[in-house]
């Protein structure tokens, strides 16, 4: 089976001076050598800190921005080479959330006109048919049909996601793009939008390119994540296998840092001595290599590449063989407490799940 | 520890008047109290009141449009009551804030060294030669490297992480009793935020502050805290150490918060999730603030408000319903 989208060595480098008469002098090089692939109705995670590159990496592939090197491939298509028409019919296919939900809606269209835009643009739905179908895709966000005469200012920051959401569905895309798509959210609306995420990933076989900084949501939702560092991926795998034991020394300091909701949970953090050195001007060998605390020679001079094992757990790393286990990396928040879980099992089940309640019982207390 | 807490804050209501002559009641009757050395989370949404109450104990509310009223107890001092010459004296001194963007919240104009040493020139005097030495020593202490070269620059040449910790260092700056970091780490990247905190940590061992940590992140709140309050539409819905908050809350809205968090060793295929709004402050309801998105809610919820009263030793709710484990064994 041929995977839905298929990157091979993504460049891109930007321009950041240029001399007076335009020649470039410096270059940001915010992606420099991706390699992925991804399948349909899966979600592939893309991690790392500000300025690693993974925003770049997902506008590179809806080609909003041109790479300079390497290739892209939608469903088997190499994407590069399509002309304007093509390119404007392979967007039904593919669609973008944006992180913050105030910004990606424009606050002049009712939610219906933004809703009926890409209806019309792609000629998807006859214009008699347009209301009907807005009212399909509110109700598939969990949003009332009626609100779609209403502007973006009238709704919360969660209602705003979901209608950011019922657009990119509007198309009938394959893939969607999320980049930090509940950062800007409160806790407890964010775990609606991953929820809705969630669902619409397994009723309509979506797939996911989800780009967080977050790594316990990232843990939750990915089937397979990559790490960024600098523009270059450092290390790829399942989720479950590289939150087991991260094997790249940036993933495991990455990951040994994730706060997690409990009180003396058993920690082993790393954490990194020394700055983030700028893409403007990235070390040479290992890009990691200025604040690794396994830092040897080699790393200073020569650039690792990303190694696959046998089960698809790919490190670019020098020493992946000699590093001490990292078994114990990944802080444990050891899930619930037995009360807690019922208690949020009961919350989560509703009045009937508790007993006793419901504004109708007159407030008898069992106990 | 000395006798009786650092700051206690009891009865404190902040309204909002806004230009419509709508009213809306950011804060309604929070009380709360931080012993010295001990460090406070209060944690709740956008919008819940937690951090004007922060900016109350610093006295930095308009006077035109909020009303506010209360105790605040600091020091020695009613903090509302206090005129805004000694507020002065206080505020950088023994009262220190750290806000959420360290990128707004330095002026861009000066280079940090001068408004580290603006502060310790306006509270502690001496010359400009001695504040400067301090000014290094300071951001020594938060671990920027090279203070000697680092502090005559300005704040633009600084990243994000950086910049935190100039925030922290020109807080730190007078010694302060209190230390109010809202939203510290919010928007730091997780390596960063393992530095920030750590920091924290650090400097609450080495000077014994007292700290209110204003957060929604409850993986930070378990971390560095060691009481937390829970607010929701402006009041204080639950009290208690944070063991027991984290594996043993008694108010819904904890329960539903704790239940939507993605957890790293469960993995589950739904998320809890509150359902429903925060009620509209301009009105807020009769009863229970909580009671119209709350699975445990019963008739007598909406008639009168609940008190917040104790459910055992030093873990405060404000549900009737509490204890909550009732419910479910």
Redo the contacts between chains.
């Keep these: 089976m041929t995977a839905l989208l298929e990157v091979e060595s993504l460049v891109k480098h930007f321009v950041a001076e240029r001399s007076l008469f335009g020649r470039p002098l410096a270059h940001v090089k915010a992606v420099d050598g991706v390699s992925f692939s991804l399948e349909a109705g899966k979600t592939l995670a893309l991690v790392g800190?500000?300025g690693c590159g993974k925003s770049t990496v997902s506008r590179l592939v809806l080609r909003l921005i041109e790479p300079d090197a390497g290739s892209i491939r939608f469903e088997g298509r190499d994407l590069l080479s399509l002309d304007a028409n093509a390119l404007r019919k392979f967007r039904r296919e593919a669609q973008i959330i944006f992180q913050d939900p105030y910004a990606s809606l424009n606050p002049r269209m009712t939610v219906g006109q933004i809703l009926s835009e890409p209806l019309a643009l792609h000629d998807l739905v006859p214009s008699a048919q347009r209301r009907e179908r807005v009212a399909e895709l509110l109700r598939l966000v969990g949003l009332e049909p009626r609100l779609a005469r209403r502007y973006p200012h009238e709704f919360?920051?969660g209602q705003r996601q979901r209608i950011a959401i019922a657009r990119a569905l509007a198309v009938e895309p394959k893939l969607i793009i999320c980049d930090e798509p509940v950062s800007a959210l409160?806790?407890?609306?964010?775990?609606?939008i991953?929820?809705l995420l969630?669902e619409l990933q397994d009723r309509l076989g979506l797939a996911y390119i989800f780009v967080s900084?977050d790594?316990?949501?990232v843990?939750?939702?990915a089937d397979h994540v990559a790490v960024m560092n600098l523009g270059q991926i450092v290390e790829t795998a399942e989720a479950d296998a590289l939150?087991a034991a991260p094997s790249h020394p940036y993933s495991r300091?990455?990951l040994?840092?994730?706060?997690?909701?409990?009180?003396?949970?058993k920690r082993s953090?790393i954490?990194?001595q020394?700055?983030?050195p700028s893409a403007l001007n990235p070390p040479p060998g290992c890009r990691f290599h200025t604040r690794c605390p396994y830092v040897v020679e080699r790393c200073r001079s020569e650039m690792p590449q990303l190694a696959a094992d046998g089960i698809g757990h790919a490190t670019a790393c020098h020493r992946t063989s000699e590093l001490p286990s990292s078994a114990a990396i990944?802080?444990?928040?050891?899930?619930?407490?037995p009360?807690?879980e019922?208690?949020?099992?009961?919350?989560?089940?509703?009045?009937e799940?508790?007993?006793?309640?419901?504004?109708?019982?007159?407030?008898t207390?069992?106990? | 520890m000395s006798a009786g807490p650092l700051i206690e804050i009891t009865d404190l209501r902040i309204r909002f008047h806004g230009d419509d002559g709508r009213i809306t009641h950011a804060v309604d009757g929070v009380d709360l109290s931080v012993a010295n050395g001990a460090t406070l989370g209060l944690v709740g949404e956008s919008g819940c009141g937690k951090s004007v109450t922060s900016l109350a104990i610093m006295g930095l509310l308009p006077k035109q449009s909020a009303e506010i009223s209360g105790a605040i107890r600091f020091d020695g001092f009613d903090l509302l009551k206090t005129p805004d010459q000694t507020l002065r004296d206080l505020r950088g001194n023994r009262l220190a804030m750290i806000f959420q963007e360290p990128m707004t919240s330095l002026n861009p104009s000066f280079t940090i060294g001068d408004q580290i040493i603006e502060t310790i020139l306006r509270h502690r005097g001496g010359s400009r030669k001695s504040a400067r030495a301090r000014a290094i020593e300071l951001l020594r202490r938060v671990h920027i490297p090279s203070p000697e070269r680092r502090i005559d620059e300005y704040p633009h040449k600084l990243s994000g992480g950086m910049r935190q910790r100039v925030m922290i260092a020109m807080a730190l700056a007078c010694d302060p009793r209190l230390l109010i970091a809202d939203e510290p780490t919010t928007a730091l990247d997780v390596t960063l935020q393992a530095q920030i905190l750590e920091l924290m940590r650090e400097l609450k061992a080495a000077s014994g502050a007292a700290i209110i940590l204003i957060t929604h992140d409850l993986g930070v709140v378990a971390e560095v805290c060691d009481e937390v309050a829970v607010m929701y539409a402006g009041e204080i819905v639950e009290r208690a150490p944070v063991d027991e908050l984290f594996s043993a809350p008694q108010h819904p809205y904890t329960v539903g918060l704790l239940g939507s968090i993605p957890r790293l060793d469960h993995r589950a295929e739904q998320l809890a999730t509150i359902e429903g709004m925060v009620p509209n402050m301009a009105q807020p309801p009769a009863g229970c603030r909580f009671a119209a998105r709350c699975p445990f809610v019963l008739e007598a919820c909406t008639k009168a408000p609940p008190p917040l009263t104790e459910v055992s030793p030093g873990h405060l709710s404000r549900c009737i319903r509490a204890p909550l484990e009732r419910l479910v064994s």
Excluded: M, T, W
Aim: charged share 15%; proline share 8%; net charge positive.
């Design positions: 800190e500000s919360s920051g409160d806790v407890s609306i964010r775990s609606q991953l929820n969630r900084h790594l316990a949501v843990k939750h939702i939150f300091a990455l040994s840092a994730i706060p997690v909701p409990k009180p003396q949970a953090r954490v990194l020394g700055e983030i990944v802080p444990s928040d050891g899930g619930f407490s009360v807690l019922k208690l949020v099992a009961a919350f989560s089940g509703g009045p799940a508790v007993r006793g309640s419901g504004v109708s019982s007159l407030g207390d069992p106990a």
